[in-house]
């Protein structure tokens, strides 16, 4: 699973997820892409279920570059747990996608494969996605 190596402060608060992605918005590696088009959490799990999906469809063809990393704690605790005695333990970590924002590019595959590939990694996101091409974005 993706996750930070270090970390200035080991817990964060929730944050506010409002706006549109000021950053990775456009394609900048691969000739094909998934762009998020609502806010949500995309946690490591689903980050890497979304790689598998594609990898196993374009059978060790053309390139992919992942473009979020999960680099927010969230904490829980255990159910039936009483209220109070501080905050919960690190549960998983979570990348915040904002619509606009870029998820994976793939290049070096024809279009009906790349869009294949990335339907089947749409699957797995939390939101819904839209398909674009480096011609589509000009």
Known sequence: ML????????KDQRGRRAGLADRGATLSFGEFGIKALSVAWLSAAQIEAGRR???NNLKRKGRLWIRVFPDKPVTARAAGQRMGSGKGDIDRYVAVVKPGRIIYEISGVPEEVAKVALSRATDKMPFKTRFITKESEL
Not at 3 to 10: D, F, L, W
Request: hydrophobic share 25%.
């Open 3 to 10: 996750q930070p190596a270090r970390r200035k402060y080991r």
């Open 53 to 55: 999906a594609i990898t």
